[in-house]
């Protein structure tokens, strides 16, 4: 006579919803001026400068030779208060290292980039 077991398994699972323990700011409010690092970097011809601006106003992006010489006006307008990409193409340009300056307001920061052809 054979004999049969059975084993029956009941897996269950409760999930309580209680009220939220944080809350991140997802809101979009800019609290700062920022000018991030382009990507990427090294590039080659084009690049990609990120930017933050908290209120609006005047904004200028401006591109240096290693020797100070102004080579290239990106942005020269009114923008408001957000986080903007830009997209740079330097094919006119030669191999080198660049600075890029942000100013707005008071703020003005200036960061380094490099170009490979």
Known sequence: MRQVIQEVRVWSIT???GPPTSVSNN???VDGYKLS????NPFNPSTTINYTIPK???VSMK???I???EVANLINEVKTAGTYD???NASNLSSGVYFYRLQSGNFIETKKMFLLK
Do not use: E
């Open 15 to 17: 999930i309580d919803y």
């Open 27 to 29: 809101s979009g409010v």
């Open 37 to 40: 690092q382009n990507y990427p």
């Open 56 to 58: 609006s106003g005047l």
């Open 63 to 65: 591109v240096f030779d």
């Open 67 to 69: 020797s100070g010489r």
């Open 86 to 88: 830009f997209k740079f």
